[in-house]
């Protein structure tokens, strides 16, 4: 028996500003996306390397507010990245954590928190 990996699913409220954010600003790119007609509620993959995330629209999969932590292999190159970026609704910075990590943290238009990690010497 094992376990396979995690996808988080978060909820969206802007389907513009959802795009914005994860694709745009973040990097991510749509994998596929779905809506059971064309006025009903979004729900979409969103991937970067081996980060998938799901993103919805629909108020019965989950609340927003949702935090969660992404293993990545250089934060600082990452928030370097960002930063070029000059999106306008984050500058993330990265801190030393006391339990052996750099840690980047942003939040999404709707209230998540990403945290991106690398341990300390990685």
Not at 6 to 16: C, K, N, S, Y
Not at 18 to 35: C, I, K, P, S, T
Not at 68 to 79: G, H, L, N
């Amino acid at each position: 028996m094992s376990l396979g990996p995690v996808t988080p699913i978060l909820r969206i409220f802007d389907e513009a500003k959802a795009r914005e954010f994860y694709v745009d600003f973040l990097g991510f790119q749509v994998d596929w996306e779905h809506r059971f007609e064309p006025a009903l509620p979004l729900y979409l993959q969103v991937s970067r390397d081996g980060c998938v995330l799901h993103l919805t629209e629909h108020h019965g999969d989950c609340c927003p507010g949702a935090a969660m932590r992404i293993q990545t292999s250089d934060v600082d190159a990452y928030q370097r990245e960002l930063i070029a970026k000059q999106y306008g609704y984050a500058r993330p910075g990265v801190d030393d954590t006391p339990w052996g990590s750099r840690d980047m943290s942003v939040k999404d238009p709707f209230g998540n928190r990403l945290t991106f990690t690398s341990a300390i010497g990685a």
